[in-house]
């Protein structure tokens, strides 16, 4: 490969997409990852990092080890254009390749606030003390992070009243099987997690999301739900403010950035997005950063050695959504393509010689969403990735 050592890839933001792509280059060109916290964070495995101890501090890994060549800055972006970004301390990077990967902001406990590991760790102290204090717990939000919360608050304390309240008329709105939301609602009920579908609340508690305090919340339909604790699990809002110049104009309305099919920014070819703030229509997970991210490396090279660029392609829509470390369930259809051989074989050996018809339809139970996700929260792979694997 002919790839200069002398071009500067500059990669904001050092969340999934982000540490895959400068991985990926660190070999073809000088990397330099922009990223205003000091250690990357495995947000997968946030809500067991509240709810478990032994969980908080494996949440936060360090970049120190995550490349060779190329360094990471501490320090957040604020103005992106097509050729440089300018930095919160006032230094410039100029570089020939930007990669926007700044992902999106969500409310406590599911993303830390903070973009110091000590202080966010002390806050998830603070909430799993209130939280163990708290008499019952109210979840405002039925998609996928308020479920999660909902199986981890249920794993450590099943006497614990739990109810989740959702303006949505069924569980983990999206394009899953009803039959996987069922699945999801048997398990909840089972657990004794109370769903209230279709319902808003008047206003907000009065205490602060996260914070000890009794308080009664009335929804509009009147009905009372008394608890010693509240968390919101919704508003997931993308972070692309910083941008100016010719960039700017692939902001869309929601803050969302149209790409090209090779994902660059429509008339930039130097200026890439990846992940949660792309308006790609596909579920906004770490895995489609991550295949967002082999396609930007892959084209990254192709540019400079003067080949051909590729399109990213999404993949089926599929979830992985555990409730606490034994339960939940997964919508994955072609699953074969998307479990490891090990797993694969597991399921073949489960599913022989009897009639499932929830795995005909893609889906897979408790025990088997547990060892793909549930158990360990995938925190091995991104150590592994981030060189920390013997930590
Ligand atoms: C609780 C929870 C559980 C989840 N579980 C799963 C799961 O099991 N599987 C799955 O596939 N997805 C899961 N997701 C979704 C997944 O976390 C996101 O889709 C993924 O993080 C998106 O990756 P990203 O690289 O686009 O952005 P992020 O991972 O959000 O990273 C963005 C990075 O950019 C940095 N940044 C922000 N602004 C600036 C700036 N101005 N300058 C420089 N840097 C900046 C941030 O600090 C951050 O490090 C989960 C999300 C949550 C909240």
Redesign the pocket.
Known sequence: MSTTMRTTVAV???????IAVAKALDDAADVVL????DTF?H??A??RGLTDPRWTDRLFIPYDRLLSRGRVIRD???RVDAASVTLASGTRVDADYIVL????A?PFP??TGT?DSATAKERYHAARKALADADGVLLVGGG??GL?LAGEIKAVWPGKAVTIVTRDRDIVPGDYPDEFRAELRRQLDAMGVRVVLGARLREDPPSAAGEAGTFTAILDSGERVIAGIWFPCFGASP?TG?LAGDPASARQDDGRLTVTADLRLPGLPNVFA????TAIPEA??????AGHATVIASNVRALLDGEALTAYRPGPPGI?LPLGPDGGATYAPGWEDHVDPGTAAQIRRHAEGRADTLLDLGILDAAMTSQI?GADLMVGDYAALLGQDDR
């Open positions: 904001v933001g050092g969340g999934y997409g982000g922009i990223e205003p916290r964070v947000n997968v946030a809500l957040r972006a604020v990967a700044t992902g999106s969500y599911a993303k973009a996928p992070v999660e972070v910083y990846l992940g949660d703030i906004k997970q770490a895995g489609a950063a992985v996700k």
